[in-house]
């Protein structure tokens, strides 16, 4: 166990790769998938119970931290307000509707907050819209607010069952 009592994981890259894909470094694999994939579920807890939402993201380049946007006057934003331990859930099943052998997931788990300062708002707006310009009005709005997830770790799932952990160098 770690201090945030999350379980460390063994590292398994030990096993023969089977195809290219598999030699993939698996900070590389975690990068492609969060790059290629537009929208994550945000994990959330409150009241007893969990709750998932659809988010559109982006990820530093160092991939240790994540920014969304959500409207103030939502569960959503609640739930974020009363408990900072969330998950962001990326996968690429619309790529391998035929295929789900094929399919990859992330589960990302940190801490969220919200951002405050305007320097801290001008960054993640920057980095925000810089994938998703289509959400400029929104992430301006007055009755939205940008959230920062300070990364603990990625658990990249292949194969439904193979499971590898990774953890950003700045924690």
């Known amino acids: 166990m770690t201090k945030d009592n999350e379980p460390v994981l ?3 890259n030990h096993r023969p790769e089977r195809n290219k894909r598999e030699a993939e470094p698996l900070k590389d694999k975690i990068t ?11 994990c959330t807890q409150g009241d ?4 998932g939402s659809l988010v559109a993201f982006a990820f530093s380049d160092d991939l240790g931290t994540a920014v969304f946007a ?3 006057a939502t569960r959503k934003y609640r739930l974020l307000s009363e408990c900072e331990r969330v ?28 951002v405050s300062s305007d320097r801290d708002i001008d960054r993640c707006a920057k980095l925000l819209l ?36 990774w953890v950003p160098d700045n924690r």
């Open 32 to 42: 492609r998938l969060v790059t290629s994939q537009p929208y994550a579920v945000l």
């Open 70 to 72: 959500t409207p103030t």
């Open 130 to 165: 810089g994938r998703h310009p289509y959400l400029k009005h929104f992430v301006a709005s007055d009755s939205s607010a940008l959230f920062e997830i300070n990364v603990t770790r990625f658990l990249h799932v292949t194969r439904f069952q193979e499971v590898n952990q």
């Open 87 to 114: 998950a962001l859930l990326v996968d690429n099943r619309p790529d391998f509707t035929h295929d789900m052998m094929q399919v990859e997931a992330i589960t990302v788990t940190g801490r969220a907050r919200q």
């Open 10 to 12: 063994r590292d398994f």
């Open 48 to 51: 007893g119970q969990p709750y």
